[in-house]
Protein backbone atom coordinates (compact mmCIF):
# COMPACT_ATOMS: atom_id res chain seq x y z
CA UNK A 1 0.00 0.00 0.00
CA UNK A 2 2.67 2.24 1.16
CA UNK A 3 4.34 1.70 -2.34
CA UNK A 4 1.43 2.84 -4.07
CA UNK A 5 1.18 5.80 -2.37
CA UNK A 6 4.47 6.73 -3.26
CA UNK A 7 3.94 5.75 -6.89
CA UNK A 8 0.96 8.32 -6.86
CA UNK A 9 2.83 11.00 -5.48
CA UNK A 10 5.90 10.39 -7.61
CA UNK A 11 3.52 10.64 -10.94
CA UNK A 12 1.29 13.73 -9.14
CA UNK A 13 4.74 15.72 -8.66
CA UNK A 14 5.80 14.66 -12.15
CA UNK A 15 1.77 15.89 -13.42
CA UNK A 16 2.29 19.00 -11.95
CA UNK A 17 5.64 20.25 -12.69
CA UNK A 18 4.49 19.55 -16.64
CA UNK A 19 1.51 21.39 -16.20
CA UNK A 20 3.25 23.94 -14.36
CA UNK A 21 6.26 24.62 -17.05
CA UNK A 22 3.46 24.23 -20.06
CA UNK A 23 1.56 27.12 -18.23
CA UNK A 24 5.10 29.15 -17.66
CA UNK A 25 5.95 28.74 -21.48
CA UNK A 26 2.15 29.80 -22.72
CA UNK A 27 2.60 32.71 -20.46
CA UNK A 28 -0.33 32.16 -17.88
CA UNK A 29 2.45 32.75 -15.40
CA UNK A 30 3.21 36.28 -16.45
CA UNK A 31 1.87 40.13 -16.51
CA UNK A 32 3.33 42.74 -19.47
CA UNK A 33 2.99 46.24 -18.51
CA UNK A 34 2.03 48.71 -21.24
CA UNK A 35 4.89 50.91 -21.44
CA UNK A 36 5.85 54.36 -23.62
CA UNK A 37 8.75 53.98 -26.03
CA UNK A 38 10.05 57.14 -26.61
CA UNK A 39 13.37 55.73 -27.69
CA UNK A 40 11.89 54.13 -30.44
CA UNK A 41 10.21 54.21 -33.72
CA UNK A 42 9.25 51.72 -36.56
CA UNK A 43 10.53 51.57 -40.18
CA UNK A 44 7.96 50.88 -42.20
CA UNK A 45 7.32 50.35 -46.06
CA UNK A 46 4.96 49.00 -48.17
CA UNK A 47 1.85 46.74 -47.39
CA UNK A 48 3.58 43.51 -47.74
CA UNK A 49 7.29 44.45 -45.69
CA UNK A 50 5.39 42.80 -42.67
CA UNK A 51 5.81 39.15 -40.88
CA UNK A 52 9.95 39.72 -41.23
CA UNK A 53 11.00 36.53 -39.02
CA UNK A 54 14.39 37.26 -39.29
CA UNK A 55 17.15 39.81 -40.29
CA UNK A 56 20.56 39.83 -40.15
CA UNK A 57 23.37 43.18 -39.84
CA UNK A 58 25.46 43.97 -43.05
CA UNK A 59 28.97 43.27 -41.33
CA UNK A 60 30.72 46.33 -43.98
CA UNK A 61 27.43 48.42 -44.67
CA UNK A 62 26.93 50.72 -41.66
CA UNK A 63 23.60 51.15 -40.60
CA UNK A 64 21.87 48.30 -43.18
CA UNK A 65 20.15 44.46 -42.59
CA UNK A 66 18.49 42.14 -44.78
CA UNK A 67 14.96 40.85 -43.46
CA UNK A 68 13.09 37.65 -44.74
CA UNK A 69 9.10 38.91 -44.95
CA UNK A 70 6.22 36.56 -45.63
CA UNK A 71 3.04 38.07 -45.78
CA UNK A 72 1.24 34.61 -46.21
CA UNK A 73 2.42 33.78 -43.20
CA UNK A 74 -0.99 35.11 -42.48
CA UNK A 75 -2.60 31.93 -43.69
CA UNK A 76 0.00 29.88 -43.71
CA UNK A 77 2.69 29.18 -40.99
CA UNK A 78 4.71 26.22 -41.48
CA UNK A 79 6.09 25.79 -38.35
CA UNK A 80 2.82 25.92 -36.53
CA UNK A 81 1.76 23.88 -39.07
CA UNK A 82 -1.80 25.90 -39.52
CA UNK A 83 -2.99 26.18 -43.24
CA UNK A 84 -5.96 27.98 -43.67
CA UNK A 85 -7.26 29.17 -47.37
CA UNK A 86 -5.39 31.68 -48.84
CA UNK A 87 -7.68 34.82 -51.33
CA UNK A 88 -4.35 34.22 -53.97
CA UNK A 89 -1.34 33.42 -53.65
CA UNK A 90 1.21 35.75 -52.33
CA UNK A 91 5.31 34.83 -52.26
CA UNK A 92 7.66 36.56 -49.70
CA UNK A 93 10.62 39.10 -50.26
CA UNK A 94 14.05 39.83 -48.99
CA UNK A 95 14.21 43.38 -48.23
CA UNK A 96 17.34 45.63 -47.77
CA UNK A 97 16.92 48.18 -45.04
CA UNK A 98 18.79 51.30 -44.33
CA UNK A 99 18.11 52.01 -40.66
CA UNK A 100 19.42 55.03 -40.49
CA UNK A 101 17.39 56.58 -43.44
CA UNK A 102 14.39 54.81 -42.45
CA UNK A 103 14.17 53.44 -45.71
CA UNK A 104 13.64 50.43 -47.23
CA UNK A 105 13.91 48.34 -50.78
CA UNK A 106 12.73 45.19 -51.99
CA UNK A 107 16.04 43.38 -53.14
CA UNK A 108 14.10 40.01 -54.75
CA UNK A 109 12.02 36.75 -53.89
CA UNK A 110 12.45 33.77 -56.76
CA UNK A 111 11.65 34.79 -60.22
CA UNK A 112 8.80 33.37 -61.16
CA UNK A 113 8.19 31.30 -58.41
CA UNK A 114 5.69 31.91 -56.53
CA UNK A 115 6.22 29.40 -53.65
CA UNK A 116 9.02 31.74 -51.62
CA UNK A 117 8.16 31.68 -48.26
CA UNK A 118 11.42 32.70 -46.61
CA UNK A 119 12.35 32.15 -43.08
CA UNK A 120 15.84 32.33 -40.92
CA UNK A 121 18.86 33.62 -43.21
CA UNK A 122 22.19 34.61 -42.74
CA UNK A 123 25.19 36.46 -44.33
CA UNK A 124 27.63 34.47 -45.55
CA UNK A 125 29.88 36.34 -46.76
CA UNK A 126 29.30 40.61 -48.02
CA UNK A 127 27.94 39.11 -51.56
CA UNK A 128 26.66 35.85 -50.79
CA UNK A 129 23.20 35.63 -48.74
CA UNK A 130 21.38 31.84 -47.66
CA UNK A 131 17.93 31.69 -46.99
CA UNK A 132 15.70 29.36 -45.90
CA UNK A 133 12.61 28.70 -48.27
CA UNK A 134 9.54 27.22 -46.27
CA UNK A 135 7.97 26.06 -49.86
CA UNK A 136 4.19 25.28 -49.16
CA UNK A 137 3.75 22.59 -51.84
CA UNK A 138 7.16 20.86 -51.89
CA UNK A 139 9.81 20.34 -49.08
CA UNK A 140 11.84 22.89 -47.64
CA UNK A 141 15.29 24.44 -49.44
CA UNK A 142 17.58 26.99 -48.86
CA UNK A 143 18.05 29.65 -51.70
CA UNK A 144 21.65 31.17 -52.45
CA UNK A 145 21.25 34.91 -53.64
CA UNK A 146 23.95 36.99 -54.50
CA UNK A 147 24.61 40.63 -53.36
CA UNK A 148 24.55 43.33 -54.22
CA UNK A 149 22.95 42.15 -57.63
CA UNK A 150 20.15 40.11 -56.08
CA UNK A 151 20.56 36.91 -58.27
CA UNK A 152 19.49 33.76 -57.59
CA UNK A 153 22.60 31.40 -57.53
CA UNK A 154 21.42 27.91 -56.69
CA UNK A 155 18.73 25.89 -54.88
CA UNK A 156 19.93 23.19 -52.05
CA UNK A 157 17.94 20.38 -50.71
CA UNK A 158 18.85 17.30 -49.13
CA UNK A 159 16.05 14.65 -47.04
CA UNK A 160 17.95 15.78 -43.72
CA UNK A 161 16.78 19.34 -44.51
CA UNK A 162 13.24 18.45 -43.39
CA UNK A 163 11.80 21.46 -41.41
CA UNK A 164 14.74 24.28 -41.28
CA UNK A 165 14.46 26.92 -38.66
CA UNK A 166 17.60 29.14 -38.30
CA UNK A 167 21.13 28.87 -40.18
CA UNK A 168 25.06 29.37 -38.80
CA UNK A 169 27.61 28.99 -41.53
CA UNK A 170 30.55 27.32 -40.10
CA UNK A 171 34.09 29.41 -42.00
CA UNK A 172 36.07 27.38 -44.06
CA UNK A 173 34.56 24.32 -45.27
CA UNK A 174 32.72 25.31 -48.26
CA UNK A 175 32.09 22.99 -51.68
CA UNK A 176 33.53 23.71 -55.03
CA UNK A 177 31.00 25.95 -56.07
CA UNK A 178 31.17 28.46 -52.99
CA UNK A 179 28.32 26.51 -51.20
CA UNK A 180 29.01 27.02 -47.28
CA UNK A 181 28.82 24.23 -44.73
CA UNK A 182 26.55 25.48 -41.92
CA UNK A 183 24.77 24.27 -39.01
CA UNK A 184 20.89 24.54 -38.95
CA UNK A 185 18.29 23.34 -37.05
CA UNK A 186 14.97 20.85 -37.66
CA UNK A 187 12.61 22.53 -35.40
CA UNK A 188 10.61 19.83 -35.22
CA UNK A 189 10.98 16.03 -36.57
CA UNK A 190 7.44 15.62 -37.68
CA UNK A 191 6.46 18.06 -40.31
CA UNK A 192 2.56 18.05 -40.73
CA UNK A 193 -0.44 16.58 -39.14
CA UNK A 194 -1.90 15.24 -35.68
CA UNK A 195 1.69 13.77 -34.87
CA UNK A 196 3.05 17.34 -35.31
CA UNK A 197 0.69 18.45 -33.00
CA UNK A 198 1.17 15.91 -30.43
CA UNK A 199 5.10 16.92 -30.36
CA UNK A 200 4.15 20.33 -30.10
CA UNK A 201 1.58 19.94 -27.63
CA UNK A 202 3.29 17.41 -25.36
CA UNK A 203 6.57 18.91 -25.59
CA UNK A 204 8.44 16.03 -27.17
CA UNK A 205 11.95 16.71 -27.72
CA UNK A 206 12.04 15.89 -31.19
CA UNK A 207 14.03 18.89 -32.52
CA UNK A 208 18.01 18.45 -33.33
CA UNK A 209 21.13 21.10 -34.31
CA UNK A 210 21.99 19.26 -37.58
CA UNK A 211 25.58 20.02 -39.61
CA UNK A 212 25.60 19.91 -43.35
CA UNK A 213 28.92 19.44 -45.06
CA UNK A 214 29.07 21.12 -47.85
CA UNK A 215 31.95 19.39 -49.72
CA UNK A 216 30.10 15.81 -49.20
CA UNK A 217 26.81 17.08 -49.62
CA UNK A 218 26.33 15.08 -45.78
CA UNK A 219 23.54 16.02 -43.55
CA UNK A 220 23.54 14.71 -39.80
CA UNK A 221 22.60 15.02 -35.97
CA UNK A 222 25.17 17.55 -33.93
CA UNK A 223 22.80 17.76 -30.77
CA UNK A 224 19.39 16.13 -30.38
CA UNK A 225 16.81 16.11 -27.53
CA UNK A 226 14.93 19.84 -28.40
CA UNK A 227 11.18 20.90 -27.50
CA UNK A 228 11.20 22.78 -30.47
CA UNK A 229 14.96 24.14 -32.18
CA UNK A 230 14.62 27.23 -32.62
CA UNK A 231 17.40 30.42 -33.48
CA UNK A 232 21.17 29.58 -33.93
CA UNK A 233 24.23 32.38 -33.69
CA UNK A 234 27.35 32.33 -32.72
CA UNK A 235 31.24 33.34 -34.19
CA UNK A 236 31.65 31.16 -37.18
CA UNK A 237 34.73 29.22 -35.69
CA UNK A 238 34.17 28.10 -31.95
CA UNK A 239 30.63 28.66 -30.14
CA UNK A 240 27.21 27.74 -30.99
CA UNK A 241 24.54 29.36 -28.93
CA UNK A 242 20.90 27.52 -29.97
CA UNK A 243 17.43 28.60 -28.67
CA UNK A 244 15.20 25.83 -27.54
CA UNK A 245 11.34 27.71 -27.35
CA UNK A 246 9.00 25.29 -25.59
CA UNK A 247 11.58 25.01 -22.59
CA UNK A 248 12.39 28.78 -22.57
CA UNK A 249 16.10 28.03 -22.73
CA UNK A 250 19.36 29.00 -24.66
CA UNK A 251 22.26 26.45 -24.73
CA UNK A 252 25.75 27.49 -25.49
CA UNK A 253 28.34 24.87 -27.39
CA UNK A 254 31.96 24.62 -28.29
CA UNK A 255 32.08 23.44 -31.34
CA UNK A 256 34.85 20.66 -32.22
CA UNK A 257 35.72 19.94 -35.19
CA UNK A 258 37.87 16.92 -36.15
CA UNK A 259 40.50 16.66 -39.20
CA UNK A 260 39.80 13.00 -41.37
CA UNK A 261 42.97 12.69 -43.92
CA UNK A 262 40.62 13.50 -46.28
CA UNK A 263 39.33 17.04 -46.68
CA UNK A 264 35.83 15.54 -47.17
CA UNK A 265 34.86 13.95 -44.48
CA UNK A 266 36.13 16.15 -41.47
CA UNK A 267 34.11 16.04 -38.74
CA UNK A 268 32.08 18.42 -37.04
CA UNK A 269 30.92 18.02 -33.44
CA UNK A 270 29.35 20.23 -30.33
CA UNK A 271 30.08 20.28 -26.10
CA UNK A 272 27.97 21.16 -24.42
CA UNK A 273 28.79 23.93 -22.11
CA UNK A 274 26.08 26.13 -20.45
CA UNK A 275 22.71 27.25 -20.99
CA UNK A 276 20.33 29.81 -19.35
CA UNK A 277 16.42 30.20 -19.27
CA UNK A 278 14.52 33.51 -19.97
CA UNK A 279 10.76 34.17 -19.43
CA UNK A 280 9.49 33.62 -22.68
CA UNK A 281 9.31 31.34 -25.42
CA UNK A 282 12.36 31.92 -27.45
CA UNK A 283 12.92 32.71 -30.78
CA UNK A 284 16.05 34.06 -33.02
CA UNK A 285 19.15 34.96 -31.05
CA UNK A 286 21.99 36.83 -32.22
CA UNK A 287 25.46 36.97 -30.92
CA UNK A 288 28.09 39.40 -30.32
CA UNK A 289 31.75 38.68 -30.59
CA UNK A 290 33.40 41.15 -29.52
CA UNK A 291 31.10 41.85 -26.00
CA UNK A 292 29.91 38.28 -25.38
CA UNK A 293 26.62 38.99 -25.43
CA UNK A 294 23.55 37.34 -26.84
CA UNK A 295 20.55 39.02 -27.71
CA UNK A 296 17.59 36.77 -27.55
CA UNK A 297 14.18 37.57 -28.60
CA UNK A 298 10.79 35.69 -27.91
CA UNK A 299 7.41 35.93 -27.15
CA UNK A 300 6.41 36.02 -23.40
CA UNK A 301 2.65 35.16 -23.90
CA UNK A 302 2.84 32.67 -26.07
CA UNK A 303 -1.01 31.60 -25.75
CA UNK A 304 -1.59 34.28 -27.38
CA UNK A 305 0.34 34.39 -30.40
CA UNK A 306 -0.87 30.71 -30.90
CA UNK A 307 -4.28 31.62 -30.54
CA UNK A 308 -3.68 34.61 -33.00
CA UNK A 309 -1.85 31.95 -35.42
CA UNK A 310 -5.22 30.03 -35.42
CA UNK A 311 -7.42 32.66 -36.44
CA UNK A 312 -6.39 36.40 -36.60
CA UNK A 313 -9.78 37.30 -37.13
CA UNK A 314 -11.32 36.44 -33.93
CA UNK A 315 -8.18 37.14 -31.90
CA UNK A 316 -8.11 40.52 -29.84
CA UNK A 317 -5.45 39.92 -27.26
CA UNK A 318 -2.55 41.65 -27.30
CA UNK A 319 0.51 40.64 -28.96
CA UNK A 320 3.47 41.39 -26.54
CA UNK A 321 7.33 41.74 -27.05
CA UNK A 322 10.32 40.94 -25.50
CA UNK A 323 13.95 40.97 -26.22
CA UNK A 324 16.53 40.55 -23.74
CA UNK A 325 20.35 40.31 -23.83
CA UNK A 326 22.35 37.42 -22.04
CA UNK A 327 25.73 38.90 -20.60
CA UNK A 328 27.64 35.10 -21.11
CA UNK A 329 30.93 37.18 -19.33
CA UNK A 330 28.89 37.41 -16.03
CA UNK A 331 25.89 35.12 -16.98
CA UNK A 332 23.45 38.23 -16.25
CA UNK A 333 20.22 38.41 -18.23
CA UNK A 334 18.30 41.73 -18.51
CA UNK A 335 15.63 43.35 -20.36
CA UNK A 336 16.61 45.70 -23.84
CA UNK A 337 13.06 45.63 -25.11
CA UNK A 338 9.67 44.93 -23.32
CA UNK A 339 6.17 45.60 -24.89
CA UNK A 340 2.38 44.39 -24.03
CA UNK A 341 1.99 44.65 -28.38
CA UNK A 342 0.37 48.08 -28.55
CA UNK A 343 3.77 49.54 -29.54
CA UNK A 344 5.30 46.59 -31.08
CA UNK A 345 3.98 42.95 -31.36
CA UNK A 346 5.69 39.21 -31.89
CA UNK A 347 9.34 40.34 -31.51
CA UNK A 348 10.87 37.27 -33.26
CA UNK A 349 14.75 38.79 -33.93
CA UNK A 350 17.28 41.31 -31.78
CA UNK A 351 20.57 42.34 -32.11
CA UNK A 352 22.29 45.29 -31.49
CA UNK A 353 24.22 47.38 -33.87
CA UNK A 354 26.84 48.47 -31.52
CA UNK A 355 28.04 51.30 -34.63
CA UNK A 356 24.91 53.30 -34.83
CA UNK A 357 23.94 52.60 -31.35
CA UNK A 358 20.57 50.63 -32.12
CA UNK A 359 18.87 48.03 -31.12
CA UNK A 360 17.04 46.47 -34.39
CA UNK A 361 13.85 44.02 -33.94
CA UNK A 362 11.66 42.38 -36.36
CA UNK A 363 8.39 40.92 -35.16
CA UNK A 364 6.67 37.63 -36.30
CA UNK A 365 3.58 38.97 -37.49
CA UNK A 366 4.40 42.71 -37.38
CA UNK A 367 4.10 45.35 -39.48
CA UNK A 368 7.66 47.11 -40.24
CA UNK A 369 11.21 46.62 -38.09
CA UNK A 370 11.65 48.23 -34.81
CA UNK A 371 14.39 51.07 -33.96
CA UNK A 372 15.71 51.73 -30.43
CA UNK A 373 18.15 54.23 -29.55
CA UNK A 374 20.63 51.72 -27.47
CA UNK A 375 23.20 53.48 -25.41
CA UNK A 376 25.69 50.69 -23.63
Given at each position: MLKNYILIAIATAFFANYIWDVLNVLGFTRTIPSTVHTECHVVEGPEDFRNCEDFVLSPTEPGIAYTACDPARDYQNMVMDIHRPMPHPQPGYIWRIDYTKNSVKRMFTLDGDEDFHPLG????????????????????????FSLPDAKHIRTLTHPQISSPNSLHILKGHSAADGTPSFFYTNDHYFITGIKKKLENFLRIPLGTIMFYDAPSHRAYAVARGFSFANGLAGDNKQVLFAAETNKMTVHRYDIITIPAEDDHDTKVQLH?????????????????????????????????????????EKNVKKLPSRVMVWHTNTNQVEDLFLDDGTFYRTSSTGAIDNNTHKLIISGLYARGILVCNHDP
Open positions: LVLVNPTLLMVINLRHHNPASIELYVDKVTVPMAVDNIDFDSQSGDVTIAGHPKAWNLLKYVEAP
